[in-house]
Structure formats: structure tokens, C-alpha cells
């Protein structure tokens, strides 16, 4: 079964703890991307990867931390530097390299609250 | 500054009917434009691609026009039934490094 996992579905954390949001795909994809959705607004970009071990800042990388050591993982940690954390959070992926037109698949998001 | 505007309040509209929905953007170059359907709770799903020199696409019920003069592009959907009930958002791509940027979404109601 292909896609792109997320976990856990939703995760409370008290203030001032660092948190990991897990993103796994199985799609062979080259690229992949968190975002955060706030309600009211657009997807905003935090952290894009891509290829394996090279990964770049979005719009609201401030707060955010990223890895990319597996092709297929890329993990997210909220650190307690992030102010209002609390949003819901979704990775996805997209074959990337040389393809002239890319499409992203999603995860199911995970939702974030801080307590 | 950059902007990407979508109808904020939700379109109610008659099952049967052709739901109409505008993605206008500002200071963008994009070379591709999308539309993603996403369920409440959920991530958004891929609908529909265009790139900047088509006018039109089609897919079963769906058609998308792109218009970079107007810097527009409309999304529709004939014959709607209820199951199309969603958030419908757009998403640029200006060609560099596979980076994309997401309007707010429009909320689409289909009454029975």
C-alpha cells in the first residue's frame, strides 16, 4: 500500500518541549516538504528537501528543525523556540528531480496543540 | 508582495449546478497552476495541472482555464453532487526546484 504515512494523528505538548512530527513515504520520491495549516489560511512552506541529506529553508523555518538522512523520512521537530505552535501539519512528497511539471501527495497531518 | 487570493467565504450552490471558483495571484510567475481538493481533517489531495501556455484542461467533470494576463485561473465543476463538498485550493509552481505556494481554499457546499 503506497503513500505517505504521518504520525502520530494527534500529539499534545506542553510548553517549552521540543516535539518530533514522524513523515514516511514509500513512493520513491526525490522531494518532500512540510507545511503548516493554520485555520483561514494557506499551506505555508517550513522546510523542503530535494534529495537525500540536502534540505532548505521555507517561508517559517523559524522554529522548525528538519533531517533528511533516508530518502524515504523526514522528520520535523517543533522546538520550544517556535511561539504558536499549535497547527495542523502536513508532509507530502513529489517524484522532484528533473520533472518539468511536479504534483505533491500528502500525508494525513498530523495536529499539533500545545497545552 | 506576493499574494494568492481565493474566495474566503464558503459557495453554496444547487446539486446539478456548475460550481465556479476563482484563484487570483499577485508578484507570481508561475509556469504551472494546480488545484488539490482537501476534506476537513485531511491533506489535500491532487486534482487537476496546467502549465502557462494552455488555455484550458479537462478531467471527467472538471475544468481548469488559466489566463496569465489576468493572472486567474478558474476552476470548475459541472454537474456537482454532494461528494464534491470540500475545500478546493490552488497552488503555484514558478518551475523553480519543484517549490510550491497554496492559496487559502475556497469552502464548496453542495446542497441536495
Known amino acids: 500500500d503506497g503513500g505517505i504515512t504521518q504520525s502520530p494523528k494527534y500529539l499534545f505538548r506542553k510548553e517549552g518541549q521540543n516535539v518530533t512530527l514522524s513523515c514516511e513515504q514509500n513512493?520513491?520520491?526525490?522531494?518532500m516538504y512540510w507545511y503548516r495549516q493554520d485555520p483561514g489560511q494557506g499551506l505555508r512552506l517550513i522546510y523542503y528537501?530535494?534529495?537525500?541529506?540536502?534540505?532548505q529553508k521555507g517561508d517559517i523555518a523559524e522554529g522548525y528543525s528538519v533531517s533528511r538522512e533516508k530518502k524515504e523520512s523526514f522528520p520535523l521537530t517543533v522546538t520550544s523556540a517556535q511561539k504558536n505552535p499549535t497547527a495542523f501539519y502536513l508532509c507530502?512528497?513529489?517524484?522532484?528531480?528533473?520533472?518539468?511539471?511536479?504534483?505533491?501527495?500528502f500525508g494525513p497531518g498530523t495536529r499539533l496543540t500545545v497545552l | 508582495s506576493q499574494k494568492i487570493e481565493q474566495n474566503s467565504e464558503a459557495l453554496n450552490i444547487q446539486e446539478g449546478k456548475t460550481a465556479t471558483l476563482t484563484c487570483n495571484y499577485t508578484n507570481y510567475s508561475p509556469a504551472y497552476l494546480q488545484w488539490y481538493r482537501q476534506d476537513p481533517g485531511r491533506g489535500p489531495v491532487f486534482l487537476l495541472l496546467i502549465r502557462e501556455n494552455e488555455k484550458e484542461k479537462r478531467k471527467e467533470r472538471l475544468k481548469v482555464t488559466f489566463d496569465t494576463t489576468l493572472k486567474q485561473s478558474l476552476f470548475h465543476i459541472t454537474a456537482s453532487q454532494p461528494a464534491d463538498s470540500a475545500t478546493y485550493l490552488c497552488a503555484l509552481d514558478e518551475g523553480n526546484f519543484n517549490k510550491f505556494y497554496f492559496g487559502s481554499g475556497t469552502k464548496l457546499n453542495v446542497k441536495p
Open positions: 507530502a512528497s513529489s517524484p522532484g528531480g528533473r520533472m518539468p511539471a511536479d504534483t505533491q501527495y
Open positions: 528537501s530535494q534529495i537525500v541529506n540536502d534540505f
Open positions: 513512493l520513491n520520491h526525490d522531494a
